[in-house]
């Protein structure tokens, strides 16, 4: 199993950047897909999530309305579109795989997990 995420980087306050995680050695379209965020000094937290279909997503109320998640099923790729930057949005985003048919934001119910990918937003 392998999830690669990339297109980190970094960028002005009010820019834009577009992740992506590309999966491998599991049935991609079976799984619930999530974005995690962790900055320095704090915890690995919730910022989006994606069904199997694509249909239903859910985001955390701080990239609510900035933030996109999709996915492709035939590249087995999930994307996380990020507007608006902030400084505050900068951590390294890791990428990760749940086996549910439920939509998650807890952290402990993801199977898989990418390695991350760094996102520096300057002020």
């Known amino acids: ?43 690995r937290e919730f910022v989006a999530a994606i069904n199997w279909s ?14 996109t998640i999709s996915r492709d099923n035939a590249k087995n790729t999930v994307y996380l579109q990020m507007n608006s930057l902030k400084p505050e949005d900068t951590a390294v985003y890791y990428c990760a795989a749940d086996y549910t048919s439920l939509l998650t934001t807890t952290i402990n119910l993801y199977d898989y997990w990418g390695q991350g990918t760094q996102v520096t937003v300057s002020s």
Request: proline letters at 2%; aromatic letters at 12%.
């Open 54 to 67: 694509g249909r239903s997503t859910s985001y955390a109320d701080s990239v609510k309305g900035r933030f």
């Open 1 to 43: 199993v392998q999830l690669q995420a990339s297109g980190g980087g970094l960028v002005q306050a009010g820019g834009s950047l577009r992740l992506s995680c590309a999966a491998s050695g599991f049935i991609f379209s079976r799984y619930v897909m999530g974005w995690f965020r962790q900055a320095p000094g704090k915890e």
